[in-house]
């Protein structure tokens, strides 16, 4: 009996982690190879992996922002970020001696929260407090991931993030929708909202960082757990 529920144990464990662990295995300096496994991986990474801790992050909850930049002080509480499952993978460059990662990715972003603003956005004040809704269309991300190579609990090699930057771009639409802006005077409301939506590539670009930072970060400690689990000979050719 004992040795039915040993082996029924060590079943569902196996199974568990090949959910998660890529079917295939590339050369690390074969781009087309990695950019197709991260493909693979990328919507069952998203919608989380209970056995990796990794929770899912589509919709991913965020946790409050704030900042003050180019004479904007903002904040967004409860916000939630959707459309990270339908990330699609452009290019994977790995890169082994310098041991860096580049990772070129777009998704349709969705993002919703409660907003605070008060200042200025390029040349118009804004004051609100009330409803964001954003859509962000082809939202474009390049990110530089440097790591180093580390033996895991199971004796094997891993790799383990140290720091990532990034660059941005919102390559076909943006729009945005504020609700209560300038304590809900109609006129002035809109005129910011069709101010912000026939500028919204230039918002976006000078404005977005901080927000987009803030989900990146997110992404990165869960790619952190996952690497932690799955070890490089799982899907690297050595």
Not at 47 to 68: H, Q
Not at 158 to 165: F, G, P, R
């Amino acid at each position: 009996m004992v040795f039915k529920v040993a082996c029924f144990l060590f079943l569902v464990l196996g199974l568990a982690q090949s959910a998660f662990i890529p079917g295939s295995k590339c050369k690390l300096e074969d781009e087309s190879c990695f950019t197709k496994l991260f493909q693979e991986i990328t919507p069952v990474f998203m919608g989380g992996i209970p056995e990796a801790g990794i929770e899912s992050m589509d919709p991913m909850e965020l946790e409050k922002l704030s900042f003050e930049l180019a004479g904007l002080q903002f904040t967004l509480a409860d916000g939630r970020l959707k459309g990270l499952k339908n990330t699609t993978v452009d290019n994977v460059k790995w890169a082994e001696k310098k041991k860096t990662l580049t990772i070129d990715f777009h998704l349709d972003a969705h993002v919703k929260g409660h907003y605070t603003a008060d200042g200025k956005i390029l040349i118009l004040p804004i004051t609100g407090d009330g409803i964001m809704k954003l859509r962000l269309k082809h939202l474009a991300i390049k990110a530089h991931i440097d790591y180093e190579t580390v033996k895991g609990d199971d004796g094997k090699d891993h790799i383990k993030l140290k720091k990532y930057k990034f660059e941005f771009d919102v390559k076909d639409s943006g729009h945005y929708h504020l609700t209560n802006l300038f304590n809900g005077n109609k006129q002035l409301s809109e005129t910011m909202l069709n101010f912000l939506n026939e500028n919204w590539q230039q918002i976006a670009l000078e404005f977005g960082r901080p927000l987009i930072d803030l989900a990146v970060n997110n992404v990165f400690k869960n790619m952190n757990k996952y690497y932690a689990k799955v070890a490089l000979e799982d899907y690297a050719l050595l």
